[in-house]
């Protein structure tokens, strides 16, 4: 469960962190979008490892992840669209 937490809060931090990072390029942005969706795969397989059962932290944890995601792949298109 712990490992799960960790998981999760490594995963938003990174996300926070590329937020106020200075980003030079779309390309810079296509990998974070890259790692964030890989970072949704690892918490689906952390939630089936555990079951699903993880006083609904899993599910909160992931939802973020999306929507980071999703910000991300706008960020991306209006990055491409400014070049």
Known sequence: ???IVT?????LSFV???AVAYVRDWHDLDAVHTHVRE???EMDRARKANHYDMAGHGVKAEEFLHQA???LNLAV???R???
């Not at 998981?7 to 995963?11: F, K, Q």
């Open 77 to 79: 298109e209006a990055a």
């Open 39 to 41: 970072a949704i795969n």
């Open 69 to 71: 995601e999703r910000e």
């Open 16 to 18: 926070a962190g590329v």
């Open 7 to 11: 998981i999760g809060a490594l995963c």
């Open 81 to 83: 669209g400014e070049k």
């Open 1 to 3: 469960m712990k490992k």
